[in-house]
Structure formats: C-alpha cells, structure tokens
C-alpha cells in the first residue's frame, strides 16, 4: 500500500499570506497527484490533478508542484474562502488520501 | 453539467448489510469512459476510496473491503450501487459517490456527490 502523509497537521494564517502545504508518498508515485479541499459539511472538490494542472475554475492562486515522492500545494495569497481542509490524493496505485492539513484563520 | 445524489438508510445496526445508490444527473453512466467510485469519511477523519465501476463493466475493490464490497449499476435509472455487508460501527461514515477521470494516466475524482451519513449502532 502506498501511504500519504501532509505537514503541517494544520496551520493558521492571515487574508493575504502565501500558504505551503507539504504532501509525501512512501514510495515514488511520478506526477500522480492530486489536491482536494474540503469544507465542513461539504463534499472535496479537486483544485489540481497530475500534481501541477489547475483544475477548470479553480483560481489562479492555487499552484501544485512536485514529482516522485514529494509534492507542494501553494496558496499564493490566502482569501476568506480558502479555508478549509485540503487533502492530497495518489493513483498510482489503487487510491489514497493523505491525512488532511486544516487551515483556519490567524 | 454532471451531478451526483447519494440515498440510502442512515441507520444501520451491526451486521446488516449497507445499500446505498448514487443517482447521475446530466451525464450517463454508461457513456464515455468514466469510473464511478464511492469514497468515505469517517465523521472527523480522513478520506478512504471504496471501490469504482468503469462504465464498459469493469470494477475495482479497495483490497482492505474486497471482501464486503459489491458496486453494481442500473443504466436503465443512470445510477450506481453500493453494497457492504457485515457492517460494524467502524463503518459509521458519510458515504460519498464521484465520478473518475483517467487523462493521460492521471485518475482524479470530480464531480462528487454532497454525501449521505451512515450510521452504524445497535
């Protein structure tokens, strides 16, 4: 089974902070990657696939970096709406999640 | 624009089994080359993916449920099922449908469904 992790578990920041969150897989999953966020009481709802391309309608602040075994989800100005909990997700091999990182507010 | 609706009971005791259909709204399981997947989140917790259907009748099994797992579709009402059997309070979970999109090798779910929550007790 290949395992996903995220750091940090969770994070505070400010309207207008670059954010960084960090994805790792147990083993080497190419560019196999994907970023959800989620919202309380909401489904996840995908902002990047194929670790860099920004789904359709997803805002241009979201940017997703990363091949292998180590990936970056960056926010490059946090707005209102941006928090949330994002999680990572591989399909190299079957599908799994990472555990989540929780941004909330400052 | 596609759209996904989960039903089924919302309470279930131990060991009985669990239905739950996904109903596709503006697009068809049976079109194109999608995979039709159903994923959960226990309440607080992570995401877990259960298993997927291909719309040319292939299916996949998370290997930790393989056992308990059935995912079957009526393409007469355009939706898809879940079936899990032997149900436990560890079970207890929303209970989200999704489609799957394979580009380039690249699998990703979009769109998903709200989520319906599964309540295991006695």
């Known amino acids: 089974d290949i395992q996903m992790t995220q750091s940090p578990f969770s994070l505070s920041a400010s309207v207008g902070d670059r954010v960084t969150i960090t994805c790792r897989a147990s083993?080497?999953?190419?560019?196999?990657l994907n970023w959800y966020q989620q919202k309380p009481g909401k489904a996840p709802k995908v902002l990047i696939y194929?670790?860099?391309s920004l789904q359709s309608g997803v805002p241009s602040r979201f940017s997703g970096s990363g091949s292998g075994t180590e990936f970056t989800l960056t926010i490059s100005s946090l707005q209102p709406e941006d928090f949330a909990t994002y999680y990572c997700?591989?399909?190299?091999?079957?599908?799994?999640f990472g555990p989540g990182t929780k941004v909330d507010i400052k | 624009q596609v759209q996904l609706q989960e039903s089924g009971p919302g309470l279930l005791k131990p060991s009985e089994t669990l239905s739950l259909t996904c109903t596709v709204s503006?697009?068809?399981?049976?079109?194109?080359?999608?995979?039709w997947n159903w994923i959960r989140q226990p309440p607080g917790k992570g995401l877990e993916w259960i298993a997927y259907?291909?719309?040319?009748?292939?299916?996949n099994y998370n290997p930790s449920h393989k056992s308990r797992v059935t995912i079957s579709a009526d393409v007469s009402k355009n939706q898809f099922s879940l079936k899990l059997s032997s149900v436990t309070a560890a079970d207890t979970a929303v209970y989200y449908c999704?489609?799957?999109?394979?580009?380039?090798?690249?699998?990703?779910?979009?769109?998903w469904g709200q989520g319906t929550l599964v309540t295991v007790s006695s």
């Open positions: 999704a489609r799957g999109l394979l580009i380039r090798g690249i699998f990703w779910f979009d769109p």
């Open positions: 503006g697009g068809s399981v049976s079109s194109g080359d999608y995979y």
């Open positions: 259907l291909h719309d040319r009748g292939g299916t």
């Open positions: 083993q080497s999953i190419t560019r196999y």
């Open positions: 194929g670790a860099s």
């Open positions: 997700q591989q399909s190299y091999s079957f599908f799994t």
